[in-house]
C-alpha cells in the first residue's frame, strides 16, 4: 500500500463523543506513563567498542530502543595520543575519534561529559565542580536511576527493547554525550540538535545504542548532543514536602543541560545560536513543557516532537497519592523530617518498590518548568506578548503508534474504559463502531476497517494519545502565526518487526532519524529513507526559518515512507516523501473529533 495514492474515504465516525472531562489522566498500559496529550567520576562499564559490538548482536532490539570560555574545534587541540580534546568551562575534555561504519566518515566523541554535578536527591540540579586533571570522555557515563514495571513477561520485554545493552545506573548521572562531525567546514560553528529520550518519564539513558548521534552527525554536518535526566520518583515526585518550584527536577535537568549547552557548545565548534531541541514520546513531550514554559533568556530556536506532545494533560486529584504511599511503604511517614528520611533510603530498595507496584510519576504543574495555561498561552500568543517560544516547529505521528500498547489487549471494552474510565456503555459501543473490524489487510489508515483488535484498539489508542493530539498543536501553533510542519511517518521493515503486525509502532522512527536503525539485514529503501529523513531533519536545524521539505501550515502534512509495510519484503520501495493537502489531511484525521471536548477539557 503506497502513500502516494490518497486516502480512501473509510467508515462513517460520528461526530463527537462528549465523555466527562475525567479522562484518565495518567496510562499506564505496559511500560510507558502516558497522558492524554500523555557516579560521573566513577568509571563506566561499558566501553563504546564494546557497547557497539553488544549492540549489533542485539540490533532488533537496539532498534527500539536526550570559568573561561576558550572556543577551540573538537580537534583543535590534540592530546599527546592525539585524541581529540576541548576546553569547557568545568576543565579540559579528551574524547575519542571514530569511524561511522555506513560512510566511513571520522567524527569525534565526548561520551559522559558532566553537565551539572551529582545532584542532592530530589534537588535542583546544579553547575559540576571544575576538575582539574582532563576528564577522559571516552566511556558512557552511568545512567539515571530507572523505573522497568512488572508483572515480569512485560518488564522483560521493555527491558529487551528499551535497555539492552543495560547502562550502570546512578543518582549521579547528569552527563551528556557530544557528537562532533570532522570531515566537513569545521571553520564555521556548526547547528546543534540536543536529543530527549522518551521512556514515559520512567527510564532512559544516553547510553543506549538507538540513541547514539554519531551517524546523524557525521552525515548531516551538525553536533548531536544526547543528555541524561533524571526519570519517574527521582525526576517527577510530587512530594509535598518539596517546594512546588522545585517538584519536577527531571525537568530542571533539562535546562540546566541547555544552558550548559549555550556556555560550552563553542569549544565543540557548534553554534549557541543555532540550537534545535529534539525529543521522541516523552521527549517530545519535555520539549512541548519547554516551548510553552520557555527558559528566559531562550536556549533554542527551533523544535522537533516526535510522536508525543505536553499540551493536554490534566492535573490528577492528588499529585502526591504515589509519593505518600512510597513513603508510607519506606517506614518514613512519621518522620519528623520525612525528606530526609527517603534521602537515607537505598535508590535500589525505591526502584525495587516502585517496579513491583507500577507506581505512576507525573509532572507538576509548576509555572516553572510545566505551564498550567499551556494551551491558552499558545493561542493568545502574538510576537508583541509571546507568552511562549515563538520558535519553528517540526512535530507528527507514526501510522501504528499504538500497536505497541495494544498488543496483549483481550477485551476490546475493558481497554477502552481504561482510557476512559467515566465512559457510558453507549460511548464504548460508538467508539468502536468508529474503528470496525473487518476489510482488507493494511493498517486501516487508508480503508477505515481492521482486521484484528491488535489494529482496531491500535488506532484508538494512536489517535487519542498522539496523532491527534500532535494535530492539534501544529493547527493552534499556525493559529498564532508561528512556523509549524506537521509530518506523518508510515513505514515499516523485516529488520525492525518486533512482533507480528507491529506496523508502524510506537518509537519505530528513532532509528531512521538518528540513523540507528539495525545494519543486519537492512533493506536497501530503509537505508535510503533514513538518509533522506536525517537530511530533512538537520537541515531544519541548520534554517527552521526557511525550511521548506513541504509546505508550512495546516494545508500539508508531509508523509514520510510510502507506506511500505515489513510483510512487503526486503525489496518493498516507496517515495520518501508524500505531500497531502488539506482535504487528504482532514480524512487522515477524521476521528480526531471524537476526541475534541477531552482535549478541550484538558488543555487549559
Known sequence: MQCSRPPGSGSRVPAALHFAAKATTSYQLGQEQLRPTELWRARRVTRFDDRHKMARVAALTATLLSFVLF????????????????????????????????????LNAFLGVPFAGQPVRWGPPKSPVPWTTPFDASEYGPACVQQFNYPAARRNLILQWFNTPAPQESEDCLNACVYVPTAKDNAKPKAVMVWFYGGGLLYGSNALPHYDGSTLAAHEDVIVVVVNYRTNVFGFPGSPQIPITQRNPGWLDQRLALEWVQRNIAAFGGDPDKVTIFGESAGAQSVDALITQPPDPLTFRAAIMQSGTGTYRNAPANYSASWNTLVAAMNCSSATDILACMRAVPATTIKSYNELNRLPWIPVFDNVTSAYAARSNRLSSTPQNPKIARVPILGGSNADEGRLYSISANDSSSFIRGLFPTATDQQISDLLAAYPIGGPPGSGVYTGTFTSPLEQLGALYGDFIFQCPARLVHLETSQADIPSWRYYYNASFPNTDIFPDAGVYHSSEIGIVLGTYPVANATVYQEALSRYVQHIWANFAKDPFNWNAWPEGPNATGVLGGGVRAEDGPKASGPYLTVLNRTQTDLLDRRCGLYQSIYDALGH
Open 71 to 106: 572556543p577551540l574545534t573538537a580537534s583543535a587541540l590534540p592530546a599527546s595520543n592525539g585524541r581529540p580534546t576541548v576546553t569547557i568551562d568545568s576543565g579540559v575534555v579528551v574524547g575519542i575519534t571514530k569511524t561511522e561504519n555506513s560512510t566511513g566518515l571520522e
